[in-house]
Structures are given as structure tokens and as C-alpha cells.
């Protein structure tokens, strides 16, 4: 069974500053992870995926994330954190069956950006 | 061009109600999904579509729910005899492939609460 594990509901920085959000998944094979956004009262956005061309993912608004099998971790990262980062990050493994797929979410990690 | 549109955006019924939730999805996605997201938590799969047919609705709760999709596009997610624990919002995705790799494009979400 596929699951992921967000480390930390809430993280707080300050505008300007490097953002780091953890996830560790667990999975019985190589697996497909996704990063979601979700702003108030809107829909989730993909953010970036990992399909294992590359370990190194480049996604959306600067962020990018690296997948590391060894630590079986995917954790999110940002330079330098802006204001309308503020939002819901989720992580999500893909979990496949009979050839097609369905997400499994974290249980997220409010991002809080203060000026 | 339209993202994936979901009616009513909000939604109170009475517990023991009967209610519909309606997903339309982009264009030309074959692939459709339902999650339902309870407050604090991460989305959960429920339902998902392949084209006419529901190729897995594992994550259906109970038999108080149920989904149609009856012409390979508009879905419609059914709750009889509602109760309070079915308070949450329910999201509609779709996607072109049912690959793992591929992306969900997600709609805004119906909030139900049940009082």
C-alpha cells in the first residue's frame, strides 16, 4: 500500500525567506509523487511531479522538489517565500491498479508567509 | 479555455436528505475521479470513472453513495439519507490518460453540510 506522511501541519517563515516542507511516503515500487497547492476557495493545482526521469523536480512559481529513495523522502522547497505562497501544500502518491491511477493524499501542511 | 466546474459550490441539507453533486469535467477527459476532503485532512478517493463505466469505487464509504456518469462526461455523485459525518467537501477531477504520470485537474469543490 502507498501512503505519504506530512511532517509538519503548519510552517511559518517570513516573506523573503527559504520555505521547506517535508513528506516521506512509503511504497512497495518505484513511486509517482505529485506536490499540490490549494488556495483558499479555489482548487488543487499541481504544483510538480516526479516520474522518475529526473530526481531534481522543477514544478510551478519556483518551487521544486527532490525525490531521495534512500531517505524516502520528496520534500518541497523555495528560495526565497512570497506572500501569495500562502496556501495548503499537499503531497501525493500515485498508487496504480490495473493500469490506472489514484492519488493518495498527505494530510497537508498550511503554509503561512508573514511580511 | 474551462477547468472543471462543480455545482453547487455550497450545499446545506437537512441529516436524512437526499442530495447531488455535480462535476463537469474538461473537454475530452475520459478519466474522472471524486475525492471527498474532511475538514483538517487530506483529500480521499472515492469514486473514478473510466469513460461510461466506474472502473473503482472502492473508496465509496457505504451504499448511501452513489455516482453516475451516464453519457462519458457530466458525473453526478448521489447521497441518500445524509448524516452529519458526511459534512465535508466533495471534489471532482479529471484527467485526458489514467496514467500514473498523468496530471488531475481538479474543480473547486461542493462544501456540504449536513445539519
Known amino acids: 500500500a502507498q501512503s505519504v506522511t506530512q511532517l509538519d501541519s503548519h510552517v511559518s517563515v517570513s516573506e523573503g525567506t527559504p520555505v521547506l516542507l517535508r513528506c516521506n511516503y512509503s511504497?512497495?515500487?518505484?513511486?509517482?509523487l505529485f506536490w499540490y497547492v490549494q488556495h483558499p476557495n479555489k482548487g488543487l493545482q499541481l504544483l510538480l511531479k516526479?516520474?522518475?526521469?529526473?530526481?531534481l523536480v522543477k514544478g510551478i512559481n519556483g518551487f521544486e522538489a527532490e525525490f531521495k529513495k534512500s531517505e524516502t523522502s520528496f520534500h518541497l522547497t523555495k528560495p526565497s517565500a512570497h506572500m501569495s505562497d500562502a496556501a495548503e501544500y499537499f503531497c501525493?502518491?500515485?498508487?496504480?491498479?490495473?493500469?490506472?491511477?489514484?492519488?493518495?493524499f498527505g494530510k497537508g501542511t498550511m503554509l503561512l508567509v508573514s511580511p | 479555455g474551462a477547468g472543471v466546474s462543480q455545482t453547487p459550490s455550497n450545499k446545506v441539507t437537512e441529516k436524512g436528505k437526499y442530495v447531488e453533486l455535480r462535476c463537469d469535467p474538461i473537454?475530452?477527459?475520459?478519466?474522472l475521479y471524486w475525492y471527498r476532503q474532511s475538514l483538517g485532512q487530506g483529500p480521499e478517493f472515492l469514486i473514478y470513472f473510466q469513460g461510461t463505466g466506474a472502473a473503482d469505487d472502492s473508496g465509496l464509504p457505504n451504499d448511501r453513495f452513489f455516482a453516475v456518469r451516464p453519457e462519458g462526461s457530466v458525473s453526478t455523485l448521489k447521497i441518500q439519507r445524509t448524516e452529519r459525518g458526511d459534512s465535508a467537501v466533495y471534489l471532482c477531477?479529471?484527467?485526458?490518460?489514467?496514467?500514473?504520470?498523468?496530471?488531475?485537474?481538479f474543480g473547486p469543490g461542493t462544501r456540504l453540510t449536513v445539519l
Open positions: 501525493v502518491v500515485s498508487r496504480t491498479n490495473s493500469g490506472y491511477s489514484t492519488l493518495t
Open positions: 477531477a479529471s484527467s485526458l490518460r489514467f496514467d500514473r504520470y498523468n496530471e488531475q485537474f
Open positions: 511504497s512497495s515500487y518505484s513511486p509517482s
Open positions: 473537454s475530452g477527459h475520459t478519466a
Open positions: 516526479y516520474t522518475s526521469a529526473a530526481t
